[in-house]
């Protein structure tokens, strides 16, 4: 079982096993123990929205009894909430598969992380190393080379009368 706190401080607690397997199945479409696990780790690794929709299946017992609508509990989902979310469901499924597997899918969970960091490394450094002033020279003269074949300005042309 795993536990996370969404951003209005309630606690809920995660756990996968088959029947909130079905319940998430019966609810959004996803399969969390089907033969693609592998596959369904890095989606909802990068796809938020399924992960809520597949935790909100998870505890919808618990938001009843505690009397949250699916919106309120939706609306209290961002920023840390959202990865602790995801950390969550992503732990309980590594835990529910034994042996090989689960450590098969914790490795694969451990590379897409790998992944994530370091494109979001090379992201930051591509925007670090950006020319402010060059991307601003090079698009004003576009801007002079492009869309006036007639090399009078826009100001000019318009305010010509014709024939």
Same mark, same amino acid.
């Not at 961002?78 to 590594?94: H, N, Q, S």
């Not at 020279?137 to 009368?161: F, H, L």
């Given at each position: 079982?795993?536990?996370?706190?969404?951003?209005?401080?309630?606690?809920?607690?995660?756990?996968?096993?088959?029947?909130?397997?079905?319940?998430? =199945?019966?609810?959004?479409?996803?399969? =969390?123990?089907? #033969?693609?696990? *592998? /596959?369904?780790?890095?989606? =909802?690794?990068? !796809?938020?929205? +399924?992960? /809520?929709?597949?935790?909100?299946?998870?505890?919808?017992?618990?938001?009843?009894?505690?009397?949250? /609508?699916?919106?309120?509990?939706?609306?209290?989902?961002?920023? @840390?909430?959202?990865?602790?979310?995801? +950390?969550?469901?992503?732990?309980?499924?590594? #835990?529910?598969?034994?042996?090989?597997?689960?450590?098969?899918? +914790?490795? #694969?969970?451990? +590379?897409?992380?790998?992944?994530?960091?370091?494109?979001?490394?090379?992201?930051? !450094?591509?925007?670090?190393?950006?020319?402010? @002033?060059?991307?601003?020279?090079?698009?004003?003269?576009?801007?002079?080379?492009? *869309?006036?074949?007639?090399?009078?300005?826009?100001?000019?042309?318009?305010? !010509?009368?014709?024939?």
């Amino acid at each position: 079982m795993q536990v996370f706190e969404d951003g209005a401080g309630r606690k809920w607690e995660v756990v996968v096993n088959i029947a909130t397997a079905k319940r998430v =199945l019966d609810v959004c479409g996803i399969d =969390l123990v089907g #033969a693609e696990a *592998g /596959a369904l780790v890095q989606e =909802l690794y990068v !796809t938020p929205i +399924k992960v /809520a929709g597949a935790v909100y299946a998870i505890i919808k017992p618990q938001l009843d009894e505690q009397g949250v /609508a699916e919106e309120a509990f939706c609306e209290s989902l961002a920023g @840390d909430a959202v990865d602790e979310m995801t +950390k969550a469901l992503l732990a309980e499924l590594v #835990a529910f598969f034994p042996g090989r597997r689960g450590r098969l899918l +914790k490795k #694969a969970l451990d +590379k897409v992380g790998v992944v994530m960091e370091k494109g979001l490394n090379v992201a930051e !450094t591509e925007i670090d190393n950006v020319d402010v @002033d060059k991307v601003i020279r090079d698009a004003v003269a576009k801007t002079r080379t492009s *869309g006036n074949s007639s090399g009078k300005s826009p100001d000019e042309s318009e305010s !010509t009368p014709g024939p």
